[in-house]
C-alpha cells in the first residue's frame, strides 16, 4: 500500500471518495428513488452520520451517468421564497447553458421577477425572486414555489427525462407556515410525472410527525432509517486509513468508534486528530486516542464554557448527572447526589435538553446521552470534581445503543 502524507481523514463539508466508506446499500436505494418517476423517498436519521455526503454522492453518480438530479439544502431557509431561489439555483447549475432559457421562460410564469446575481466565487450567475417575494403573502409565495416546481416537472416532461431533486433538512419547511404550507406542497409533489423526491433530515421526530396519521405528508414518501455505521467496518476503515499514511493502529479505530460513536463525523474527527498528533512511524493505541480527545475538548472548551455558563444552577446539576450517573436521573438518590429537583421537573428539563439536541435519548427511550461526545468530556474533566466526582474523560454513563437499535 502507497503512503501518503495527506491526512487520510475529512471532516469538512461533503466528503466523496477515498474519504467516503460504506452506505452502499443506502447509495443505491437513493439513485434508484431519484431516477424513478413520481418516486418519494424520506431519508431521516440523526447529525453527523453521513446523510448529506451520502446525498451528495448519489446525485453527483446520477449526474456522472448523464441523468438529471441535485440538492436544494433548507437548513437556513426562513421563508417560502427562500425556498423557492434553493431549488432555482440549484437546477440551474444541472441544466448548464440551457438554464437561461429555462429561467427566461419561468418568469414569464411568475408574478415576481427573477434577477440574476454573479456568484463571486465561481463567476456563475444565481437566479433568485426579486426580494419583494420574501415578505409577500404566504399563498403567493406557495404559488411561485410552486410554478419553480411545475416548471421543471413541465421541462423534464419536453426532455423526456427524470428529474431528480433532494430536500436536504425536509422538516425545516415546518417553520414556513405550517401545516398549510405541507398540504399544499404535498398536493404539487404528487402531480408531478417526471419529478422524483428524495426527503431528508437531521430530527428523526419532526419527521416522523410530519409523515404522521391525519398529517400532510402521510403514506406520501417510503420511509428510509439512515443508521449509524456497522462499528467493526468503521474501526477497520479507520485503521486501514491509518495505516495508508503511515502509521500502526494498535486498536486505535475501535476505540475511536467506543469512545467518540456513534455519530460518524464525531469518529472521524477523532482520528483525524490523532493523525495530526501522530509522527510517520508511530503506534496509535489507546493513549494516543485518549491524548487526541482530550485535545478536542481543549479545543472546543471556550463554546463549552460559554453554553455552561447561560445555564441555571439546575439544568447544570442535570448535565453533571448525565455524564456522571450510572443509575436512572429521576432516582432518590441520583437527585440526592446532584442536588436535582423532583423527578418531574427533571423529566421536563431533560425533555427540553433533547429539543435543543443537547442530549439524545437511547434506542429505547429509558435513558439518556450527550448528543456531543466531547461536550460530555468537557462536562467530566471540568465540572465534576466541583461535587466531588472523578471520571475518565471518556466515561459514557449513558451509552447509546443506536448501534444495536432494532
Not at 426562513?78 to 434553493?86: L, V
Not at 437511547?362 to 466531588?388: C, K, M, Q
Request: aromatic share 8%; hydrophobic share 40%; with cysteine.
Amino acid at each position: 500500500m502507497a503512503v501518503t502524507n495527506e491526512n487520510p481523514f475529512r471532516i469538512s463539508g461533503t466528503v466523496h471518495g477515498q474519504f467516503f466508506t460504506d452506505r452502499d446499500a443506502e447509495l443505491a436505494r437513493i439513485r434508484a428513488a431519484l431516477l424513478e418517476p413520481s418516486h418519494k423517498l424520506l431519508l431521516y436519521g440523526p447529525r453527523r452520520i453521513g446523510k448529506t455526503s451520502t446525498l451528495a454522492n448519489a446525485v453527483a453518480a446520477i449526474n456522472k451517468g448523464k441523468g438529471f438530479a441535485f440538492m436544494a439544502d433548507l437548513s437556513t431557509v426562513t421563508t417560502i421564497t427562500d425556498m423557492a431561489n434553493k431549488v432555482m439555483t440549484g437546477a440551474s447549475v444541472i441544466l448548464g447553458r440551457s438554464a437561461t432559457r429555462w429561467i427566461r421562460d419561468l418568469a414569464g410564469k411568475l408574478q415576481f421577477a427573477i434577477k440574476m446575481t454573479p456568484d463571486p466565487i465561481t463567476g456563475a450567475m444565481v437566479p433568485s425572486l426579486d426580494v419583494t417575494a420574501r415578505d409577500a403573502a404566504r399563498e403567493d409565495q406557495q404559488r411561485a414555489l410552486e410554478g419553480v416546481l411545475d416548471s421543471l416537472d413541465g421541462l423534464a416532461a419536453q426532455r423526456g427525462v427524470t428529474l431528480g431533486l433532494v430536500f436536504d433538512e425536509f422538516q425545516e419547511i415546518g417553520r414556513l407556515g405550517g401545516e398549510n404550507v405541507e398540504w399544499h406542497l404535498r398536493g404539487v409533489m404528487q402531480r408531478h410525472q417526471h419529478l422524483s423526491y428524495v426527503a431528508a433530515g437531521s430530527k428523526p421526530s419532526l419527521l416522523k410527525a410530519m409523515v404522521g396519521k391525519g398529517r400532510a405528508f402521510y403514506q406520501l414518501f417510503t420511509p428510509l432509517h439512515f443508521r449509524p455505521i456497522e462499528r467493526h467496518h468503521l474501526s477497520d476503515w479507520i485503521d486501514s486509513r491509518m495505516d495508508s499514511c503511515g502509521l500502526v493502529p494498535m486498536g486505535a479505530g475501535a476505540t475511536c468508534v467506543a469512545w467518540a460513536g456513534p455519530r460518524t463525523r464525531d469518529i472521524v474527527r477523532l482520528a483525524r486528530k490523532c493523525v495530526d498528533r501522530a509522527p510517520t512511524g508511530s503506534h496509535v493505541g489507546t493513549d494516543s486516542v485518549l491524548a487526541a480527545f482530550l485535545e478536542i475538548i481543549d479545543e472546543d472548551a471556550d463554546f463549552f464554557q460559554t453554553s455552561w455558563a447561560s445555564l441555571t444552577s439546575q439544568q447544570q446539576n442535570l448535565l453533571r448527572a448525565v455524564a456522571g450517573a450510572e443509575q436512572g436521573l429521576t432516582t432518590k438518590d441520583v437527585r440526592g447526589r446532584f442536588g436535582l429537583d423532583a423527578s418531574g421537573t427533571v423529566t421536563n428539563a431533560l425533555t427540553a435538553f433533547v429539543g435543543q439536541d443537547r442530549l439524545v435519548r437511547t434506542a429505547y427511550g429509558s435513558t439518556y446521552a450527550f448528543d456531543n461526545p466531547y461536550e460530555r468530556g468537557w462536562v467530566i474533566t471540568r465540572t465534576l470534581a466541583d461535587i466531588g466526582m472523578v471520571q475518565t474523560p471518556t466515561f459514557i454513563a449513558s451509552p447509546t445503543s443506536e448501534y444495536d437499535e432494532p
